[in-house]
């Protein structure tokens, strides 16, 4: 089975830092990875996905995340943290036919930013 | 409509009602799904449907009992919940063959008594 993996449940960074959240991904076939942001009492909201081609993808609010095989991680990056990124992050692996797929979520990092 | 919509926004409920979430997409979505999603968690799928068929029950209790009315639409019937059962409840749908990116709608956040 298909699993990923997210170092640290929490991270604080300040506002204006880098922002590095973390995502090791096990699978035995080329994945299918995802990141979704859920913001409080919200449901869950696509920030970028990894099919196939290109390595380095860029998502919505100026996020990114780049595949690397040799390492099995999918990291997310942002430049420069606002303070509208504090929320919970899910890193996501899908499993399964298109139209028929299992997404199987990491625990999570909750990401604070300090003013 | 890029969206997907769900109801009631909150449940409470007790352990001896019977009551149905809804959940809406006009996305032209092919496959539509449940999440539980507890406090600090991340979702775990209940169920799946692919073109109006059941085809993935991730051996959900019978308590729980999905429908799929049409293609646009997903419920969820809940009898005889327990408190344990207590959870935001997510719907999300996925266009089919094409494409293997999911949709959440908001949630219901569900309070058994």
């Known amino acids: 089975a298909q699993s990923v993996t997210q170092l640290g449940s929490h991270l604080s960074v300040s506002e204006g830092a880098l922002v590095l959240l973390r995502c090791n991904y096990s699978?035995?076939?080329?994945?299918?990875l995802f990141w979704y942001v859920q913001y409080p009492n919200q449901g869950l909201q696509l920030l970028l996905k990894?099919?196939?081609?290109?390595?380095l993808v860029k998502g919505i609010n100026g996020f990114e995340a780049e595949f690397k095989k040799s390492e099995t991680s999918f990291h997310l990056t942002k430049p420069s943290a606002h303070m509208s990124d504090a929320a919970e992050y899910f890193c996501a692996v899908s499993d399964g036919d298109f139209g028929n797929e299992k997404l199987t979520f990491g625990t999570g990092t909750r990401l604070t930013i300090i003013p | 409509d890029t969206e997907v919509t769900q109801t009631p926004k909150h449940l409470v409920m007790g352990m001896t009602n019977k009551k149905s979430l809804k959940c809406e997409q006009h996305m032209g979505h092919r496959a539509m799904y449940w999440y539980k999603q507890k406090a600090k968690k991340p979702p775990e799928l209940m169920f799946v449907y692919s073109y109006e068929k059941l085809s993935i029950n991730e051996s959900v209790p019978s308590r729980f009992s999905p429908e799929c009315p049409n293609s646009s639409l997903l419920n969820l019937h809940l009898h005889a919940l327990q408190p344990e059962d207590s959870a935001l409840y997510l719907c999300?749908?996925?266009?089919?063959?094409?494409?293997?990116?999911?949709?959440f709608g908001p949630g219901t956040r569900l309070t058994v008594l």
């Open positions: 999300a749908s996925s266009p089919g063959r094409e494409s293997n990116e999911q949709f």
């Open positions: 699978s035995s076939v080329p994945p299918y």
């Open positions: 990894y099919t196939t081609g290109a390595t």
